[in-house]
């Protein structure tokens, strides 16, 4: 199994990204999945979490109103659309798959991150 997270970089306060991960060895839209971040010296953090067929979509109040998560089960593909972004977003990011279909099941597999940084 393999979750391979992309489109991290270095964007301005109020800028833009669009961060994709690929999922590859398992049937993908059995799953919901999840983004969880972590900034430099922090803990975990969860994000965003999307059901199987991307109707359900869930996001913790830091980021509810600017950031979009979205999946595309033909491409097997998670997405997640950041926009108007803060200082405090920037953190590793992290694609996760769920027990099952619903976001109710607890976190499986994580793939290896992409870094978003903020900078003027």
């Known amino acids: 199994v393999q979750l391979v997270e992309s489109g991290g970089g270095l964007v301005q306060p109020g800028g833009s990204l669009r961060l994709s991960c690929v999922v590859s060895?398992?049937?993908?839209?059995?799953?919901?999945m999840s983004w969880v971040r972590q900034a430099p010296g922090k803990g975990l953090e969860w994000v965003s979490a999307?059901?199987?067929?991307?109707?359900?979509?869930h996001y913790a109040s830091a980021v509810r109103g600017r950031f979009t998560i979205s999946r595309d089960n033909a491409k097997n593909t998670l997405y997640l659309q950041i926009d108007s972004l803060k200082f405090e977003d920037a953190a590793a990011y992290y694609c996760?798959?769920?027990?099952?279909?619903?976001?109710?099941?607890?976190?499986?597999?994580w793939g290896q991150g992409t870094q978003v940084a903020v900078s003027t």
């Open positions: 060895g398992v049937i993908f839209d059995d799953y919901a």
């Open positions: 999307i059901n199987w067929n991307g109707i359900d979509t």
């Open positions: 996760v798959t769920h027990a099952g279909s619903a976001y109710l099941y607890g976190m499986d597999l």
